[in-house]
Structures are given as structure tokens and as C-alpha cells.
């Protein structure tokens, strides 16, 4: 048996239907009866893995030989739904009202399921996105040919021809968000036994730390940040922080006493967390 909870949530897996059935669901009534709480029986099921399950908004399921976490059906409805309901209630909202719109609701969308097996639900959604749009752009301009519509709404940027997009007032091109312009990056998964309130996965946590912020342009820019105040030196031995060499964010207690973080180079920061000699910086 295995159990995974998040908040509320949670599975139970087991070898059989019988199992699950007979066994651990009476158990898990009872226990929810004895605090005055009871499972919901619409949300309750149990399913085999090759037919597939949701979870915490992921649809998981067994393919052949593999597990793959995919975004669920109702939950790719639900905001092909949301987007299409906005568009079709703002008929003669600005152009560059919209974009800004739609964009807050994609980019929560796609950055939720990019770590997942997403590419194929992106490239629907972007076409979903072009055919409600198109329709919104010709309900405006009936009168108008295919040809002036495109030019007037579209421009090409990049590879793409058929980018949603519009000058501000400011001559700034503002651009639709496309799903597929966001690269898929599988999670980081943390080790089963690891803690951040036990000191021996201190170095463990820094470098995972350090590797997730290196995909987010937010990350990135942080890392930036920290390699021009140090001037691009390590403070533990005084040479440059280089791409070959490696690097990692180490947490470390300053003058005042407060917890900062500073970028050291791979080697320093093997030694600070897995070396028997004390290291200390140069500050």
C-alpha cells in the first residue's frame, strides 16, 4: 500500500480492487467518522492506472510502458471555456486590452502545466486560441476581406506568422502569449528522505535551489544580481565564478547576524557542506 496527501487530497494505491475496496476504504471512513468528516462521494473513486486518474489538477496515467502526467480533459475545457467566454463578451474591447487579459490567464495556465507531458495540449490550445480570436477579429470587420483582417490583427515574430499583436501607444509591440513558446522542463524532484530541517541536506537543498532558479528567467536574473554585487569572486577563495567551473547559491550568516545568500563556486560549496576542514569565507 501506498499513501500520498496533499492538504486535503489524496491517493491510495494497492495491488487489487479487492484490496482498496474492501479493506482501505471502510478504514479511512472510519477514521474520517471519528472526526466528524466523510469522503465525497463524487470525488471518491477507484480506478486502475491504465484507465488513468486526476490529481491536483494532472491527469496521471499508465501508457503501455510508461507513467505519464498529462492536463486533465475537464481541466483543459475549463479554461478554453474561460478564454472564449471573455472573448466573446468583449466584442469591441480594444485589442491591446485583450491581449493583456488573455495573457494573465495563459501564463498561469501554461506555467502550472509545463512540467507535465504538456506539448500536444499546447499545441491545441494555441490553435483553440487562433480560431476564437479569428472569429472575434472578422465579427468586428464582416464587411472586410480575410486578407486586410490577418494584417490588421496578425504579424509575423519569429517563426510565427499568425502572432495576435498591436502596437501601444507607446510604440510597444504587445504579443498574445503562445503555449508552445514555453519549453517544457520536467520538475525537480525532491529525495524522499530529504529535509530542510535536517542540516546534513543543506548542500542538497542549495544546489536543487540553485538548479530551479537557473530556469526561470526570475531566477536568473536573481543569480545575475548576486554575480555583479560579489564582481563575479567567490568570497570563500577569492577566484572568478565561471560557467565551467559550476556555481551554487549557498546560504550564509552575515555581519548583522542575518541569513544571506551568496554565490560560491561548485568546488567551495562541496567543501562547505561535505568536507571534514572547516571553510571559512574571506569576508
Known amino acids: 500500500m501506498n499513501f500520498v496527501r496533499y492538504a486535503d487530497d ?4 494497492g495491488e487489487s480492487r479487492e484490496i482498496l475496496e474492501n479493506g482501505v476504504l471502510p478504514i ?10 466523510e469522503l465525497s462521494e463524487e470525488k471518491t473513486v477507484i480506478t486502475h492506472i491504465e484507465d488513468g486518474f486526476d490529481f491536483l489538477g494532472s491527469n496521471i496515467r ?35 486590452d485583450l491581449i493583456r487579459k488573455l495573457n494573465s490567464i495563459i501564463r498561469g495556465w501554461v506555467n502550472f502545466h509545463k512540467y507535465n507531458v504538456s506539448s500536444q495540449a499546447f499545441e491545441r490550445f494555441d490553435f483553440d486560441m487562433w480560431r476564437c480570436l479569428w472569429q472575434w477579429c472578422k465579427r468586428r ?7 486586410w483582417i490577418a494584417k490588421k490583427y496578425f504579424r509575423q515574430v519569429g517563426t510565427r506568422n499568425w502572432t495576435f499583436s498591436v502596437k501601444t501607444s507607446d510604440s510597444f509591440e504587445l504579443n498574445l502569449i503562445y503555449a508552445t513558446d514555453t519549453n517544457i522542463v520536467r520538475w525537480l524532484k525532491t529525495k524522499s528522505e530529504a529535509t530542510p530541517f535536517d542540516d546534513r541536506f543543506t548542500g542538497y537543498f542549495e544546489e536543487r535551489d540553485t ?3 537557473f530556469r526561470e528567467i526570475k531566477g536568473r536574473k536573481k543569480l545575475n544580481a548576486l554575480y555583479k ?12 565564478i565561471t560557467v565551467e567551473e559550476g556555481y551554487r547559491i549557498h546560504e550564509a550568516m552575515g555581519n548583522d547576524y542575518k541569513i544571506i545568500r551568496i554565490l560560491v563556486d561548485a568546488g ?16
Open 211 to 213: 538548479e530551479r532558479m
Open 10 to 13: 489524496f491517493i491510495v494505491t
Open 62 to 96: 499508465w501508457y503501455k510502458d510508461k507513467l505519464l502526467i498529462k492536463p486533465p480533459k475537464k481541466n483543459y475545457k475549463a479554461i478554453v471555456s474561460k478564454i472564449r467566454e471573455i472573448v466573446k463578451k468583449n466584442p469591441s474591447m480594444k485589442q491591446e
Open 268 to 283: 567551495c560549496h562541496r567543501k562547505l557542506h561535505y568536507s571534514k576542514n572547516v571553510v571559512e569565507p574571506l569576508w
Open 229 to 240: 554585487a560579489q564582481k563575479g569572486i567567490c568570497p570563500i577563495c577569492g577566484g572568478a
Open 141 to 147: 470587420h464582416p464587411k472586410k476581406s480575410h486578407k
Open 28 to 37: 479511512i471512513r472510519g477514521f474520517l467518522s471519528e472526526r466528524g468528516l
